[in-house]
């Protein structure tokens, strides 16, 4: 392999991105919404790109990753048509009265109620949907709601891994490398199950005060009735055939967004007065816009020859010790999604992975490590995922207007209940990745 040099395009490339990233993680001190500092960088990486010779807006727009935008984009669609329904409040509502003043138990209910639904509407949705809901529910049981919304955020977190569309690092890692629903679900759905079963049963012990209260008699009187029967049911029925097309997708030919696409279009008729401006208008173009901002920095990085630089370095380790590379970017991603944000890590380290593969190493492993990594470091802090930070920001809201800081999740308490999780569902897929190493390391293609 011919030896790259270090040049000024190099150079330009690689203080963009990481001016850039050190704007998106110091986003608390500066009061820059990461949003504006990536689409500053993106518009920066261009011009400069072009300048200097190495990257123009063209490539700029094929840098984009338009399946992860589309099936993003189109999965916050169909949930703005569902919430309205009521369903979901119906289901929380459900788990409320079932579990009849056993908190654990409603715990349980709640979290495995919101992973469910984060293996295919992801994580952060899920998040966004039932942390109200848990609020209003704990209210009324007058117990606090801390460990309820923490278990949603760490359960949710974990369980997102498991599939394809459950993370929005799993997009973007499953769109680079052309894994299909069925492979990702095969490789990281079993491992998940185990890791997600140690977060349930350590949950009971890190918060065994909090849940050994005796709530007062569930009162709901003014719970809201299923709004939308017709569209609500609907949407289920999609959602159904939507999960029969993903693990169908690579016989069809269809790549995951369009089969969004088609559940979209399905249930826009269905439920036949669904206010599509009115729908459209809750998708979160913000996130949307970050993803394409970051699609064009790592473009124009990867243009300019960079990170094939950086691979060259890296190379001669993996090809040494495959197993060990790979832990050990497992540990490194998590650590640093724990420190941050997960979704940049992942774009820079997709096309690292994706150059040694042109090198003819097998990055398989790579790529399941990673999304291990990505995954369950998100659980360390209250930045970890966008889950998290939407968690932390309703609690704080809940203690604001309770005028009781207590019911705050402060950085302190996540870390204290959030690292213990990061750090044994870690060691669960160590294990399991070490002992089953042939399955993990086996080519997918």
Same mark, same amino acid.
């Given at each position: 392999?011919?030896? @790259? ?10 203080? %963009? ?16 919404? *990461? ?6 960088g993106a518009a920066t990486m261009i011009v400069v790109g072009q300048i200097m010779g190495f990257y123009n807006p063209e490539e700029a727009v094929h840098a984009i990753d338009w399946n992860v935008v589309f099936l993003l984009g189109g999965m =916050? ?13 119906? =289901? ?9 003043? *056993? ?38 049981? *007058? ?20 599939? #394809? ?19 990702? #679900? ?10 997600? #079963? ?65 559940? +979209? ?30 699609? %064009? %920095? ?8 960079? #990170? ?5 370095? %890296? ?6 010790? @495959? ?20 979704i940049p890590f992942t774009a820079a380290m997709i096309p690292i992975i994706a150059g040694m593969e042109t090198q003819g190493i097998n990055v398989t492993p790579l790529f399941w490590g990673l999304a291990a990594g990505v995954g369950m470091g ?18 704080? /809201? ?17 870390? /204290?209940?959030? +690292? ?12 399991? =990745? ?10 997918? *293609?």
């Amino acid at each position: 392999m011919e030896t @790259l040099e270090w040049n000024s395009d190099m150079l330009w490339s690689a203080i %963009i991105l990481a001016v850039t990233f050190i704007g998106i993680f110091t986003e608390e001190l500066h009061k820059v919404h *990461r949003v504006k500092c990536a689409m500053a960088g993106a518009a920066t990486m261009i011009v400069v790109g072009q300048i200097m010779g190495f990257y123009n807006p063209e490539e700029a727009v094929h840098a984009i990753d338009w399946n992860v935008v589309f099936l993003l984009g189109g999965m =916050m669609t169909i949930v703005a048509i569902m919430i309205p329904t009521g369903g979901f409040q119906q =289901m929380a509502y459900w788990a409320a009265d079932f579990s009849k003043g *056993r908190l654990y138990l409603l715990l349980a209910l709640i979290g495995s109620l919101v992973t469910g639904l984060s293996l295919l509407l992801d994580n952060v949705t899920t998040v966004v949907i039932f942390g109200p809901l848990i609020i209003l529910i704990c209210q009324s049981l *007058r117990v606090s709601a801390i460990p309820f919304l923490l278990a949603a955020a760490l359960l949710s977190d974990t369980g997102g891994v498991a599939t #394809l569309v459950g993370d929005p690092p799993n997009l973007m890692i499953g769109s680079a490398f052309n894994i299909d629903f069925n492979t990702f #679900l095969i490789h990281m759905g079993w491992m998940v199950l185990v890791a997600w #079963l140690v977060v349930l049963f350590m949950l009971r012990y890190l918060f065994k005060e909090e849940l050994a209260v005796t709530p007062h008699e569930l009162n709901l009187t003014d719970r809201e009735p299923l709004s939308d029967p017709k569209t609500w049911y609907g949407s289920l029925g999609v959602l159904g055939i939507m999960v029969i097309g993903f693990i169908m997708h690579n016989a069809l030919h269809w790549e995951p967004w369009f089969v969004t696409a088609l559940g +979209l279009t399905a249930l826009a008729f269905i439920g036949k007065d669904i206010d599509m401006e009115e729908a459209f208008a809750h998708t979160e173009l913000a996130l949307l816009m970050f993803f394409i901002s970051l699609f %064009i %920095i790592v473009g124009g990085v990867e243009h300019s020859q960079f #990170l094939e630089y950086l691979g060259q370095f %890296i190379i001669p380790f993996v090809q040494e010790d @495959l197993l060990t590379a790979t832990l050990l970017l497992m540990w490194v991603a998590a650590i640093l999604s724990a420190a941050i944000d997960n979704i940049p890590f992942t774009a820079a380290m997709i096309p690292i992975i994706a150059g040694m593969e042109t090198q003819g190493i097998n990055v398989t492993p790579l790529f399941w490590g990673l999304a291990a990594g990505v995954g369950m470091g998100g659980n360390g802090t209250h930045i970890g995922s966008t889950a998290n930070v939407f968690i932390v920001t309703i609690s704080e /809201k809940m203690a604001k207007d309770a005028g009781d800081p207590s019911l705050a999740i402060t950085p302190y308490l996540w870390m /204290k209940k959030g +690292l213990p999780v990061m750090l044994a569902t870690l060691v669960t897929c160590t294990i399991i =990745m070490y002992l089953f190493w042939g399955f993990f390391s086996d080519p997918i *293609r």
